[in-house]
Nanobody
Framework: QVQLVESGGGSVQAGGSLRLSCAAS????????MGWFRQAPGKEREGVAA???????SYAESVKGRFTISQDNAKNTLYLQMNSLKPEDTAMYYC??????????????????????????WGKGTLVTISS
C-alpha cells in the first residue's frame, strides 16, 4: 500500500535553510494532492504547503515567500525547500497524501477538510529545529 518516508530534517540557525524530502511508494502523484504539515510541542497540527496533480500550490500565510513545495515524479519524491527559517518554524514536519478524492491544493490548506486536512496517508515525520 502507500508509504511515505520523510527525510532532511535537522537543526539550523535562524535565517538558514533546509530541504525536506518525502519518498513515496505505491502512490500516484499524477492523480491526487500531497502536502506538508507540521506540529510543534503543545500545539495543533497545521498545514504548511500543498501541491495537486495540476501543479497548483498553496501555502500557509506564515510561510509564504519562504517555503517552496515541489515534486519530482521521476523519483516519486515530494520536496519542501525552506528558506529564511525562523524559531517558530520548529516542529515535526509530516508528509501526507490524499486518496480516492482529488483535492485542490488550496482546498487542503483552507482548513475546511477536518483535522486531517483531507489526507489519508501520513509519514512518520522529520524533526526541524531552528535556533536563534
Amino acid at each position: 500500500q502507500v508509504q511515505l518516508v520523510e527525510s532532511g530534517g535537522g537543526s539550523v540557525q535562524a535565517g538558514g535553510s533546509l530541504r525536506l524530502s518525502c519518498a513515496a511508494s505505491g502512490y500516484s502523484y499524477r492523480r491526487y494532492c500531497m502536502g506538508w504539515f507540521r506540529q510543534a510541542p503543545g500545539k495543533e497540527r497545521e498545514g504548511v504547503a500543498a501541491i495537486d496533480s495540476d501543479g497548483r500550490v498553496s501555502y500557509a500565510e506564515s510561510v509564504k515567500g519562504r517555503f517552496t513545495i515541489s515534486q519530482d515524479n521521476a523519483k516519486n519524491t515530494l520536496y519542501l525547500q525552506m528558506n529564511s527559517l525562523k524559531p517558530e518554524d520548529t516542529a515535526m514536519y509530516y508528509c501526507a497524501a490524499s486518496a480516492g478524492i482529488f483535492w485542490r491544493a488550496s482546498t487542503v490548506l483552507s482548513g475546511t477538510l477536518g483535522d486531517n486536512y483531507g489526507m489519508n496517508y501520513w509519514g512518520k515525520g522529520t524533526l526541524v529545529t531552528i535556533s536563534s
